[in-house]
């Protein structure tokens, strides 16, 4: 039996891009972030450190993460630097993946309360 390549090399970069992608969606605070950027505005990072309570240079840490991985994207006005997400599906992704844990969570009563509390999405 031979093994054969999962794709082929033409292909690798695009399964790196989605990967990345997936990396970017890899850590809660990351998924918050994201989360907080679905309403459709811009927020400044004073803005998401108040909603968040994280430390300046978690936040940077992060932010820098979602920004590599083409999630959300910058501009500095003045001396504000305001986020916004890369690409409305990233919003509907996000809501995707909020029923998608609520049906998980349904087979597990004593989380559902947990999912009640959850900050609502915009979309």
Same mark, same amino acid.
Do not use: C, N, W
């Given at each position: 039996? &031979?093994? &054969?390549?999962?794709? &082929?090399?033409?292909?690798?970069?695009?399964?790196?891009?989605?990967?990345?992608?997936?990396?970017?969606?890899?850590?809660?605070?990351? *998924?918050? #972030?994201?989360?907080?950027?679905?309403?459709?505005?811009?927020? %400044?990072?004073?803005?998401?450190?108040?909603? %968040?309570?994280?430390?300046? &240079?978690?936040?940077?840490?992060?932010?820098?993460?979602?920004?590599?991985?083409?999630?959300?994207?910058? @501009?500095?006005?003045?001396?504000?630097?305001?986020?916004?997400?890369?690409?409305? @599906?990233?919003?509907?992704? #996000?809501?995707?993946?909020?029923?998608?844990?609520? @049906? *998980?969570? %349904? %087979?597990?009563?004593?989380?559902?309360?947990?999912?009640?509390?959850?900050?609502?999405?915009?979309?």
């Amino acid at each position: 039996m &031979s093994h &054969s390549q999962p794709y &082929s090399r033409s292909q690798r970069p695009l399964y790196e891009v989605k990967a990345g992608l997936f990396k970017g969606l890899s850590h809660p605070i990351r *998924i918050r #972030l994201l989360e907080l950027l679905a309403d459709g505005d811009e927020h %400044t990072v004073a803005e998401l450190q108040a909603q %968040t309570g994280l430390e300046p &240079s978690h936040l940077s840490q992060h932010l820098a993460v979602l920004r590599r991985h083409r999630l959300v994207e910058s @501009d500095r006005r003045a001396s504000h630097v305001h986020y916004r997400l890369a690409h409305p @599906d990233v919003a509907d992704l #996000l809501a995707v993946a909020r029923r998608l844990l609520v @049906d *998980i969570v %349904t %087979t597990d009563g004593a989380r559902l309360d947990d999912v009640a509390g959850l900050p609502a999405l915009s979309r």
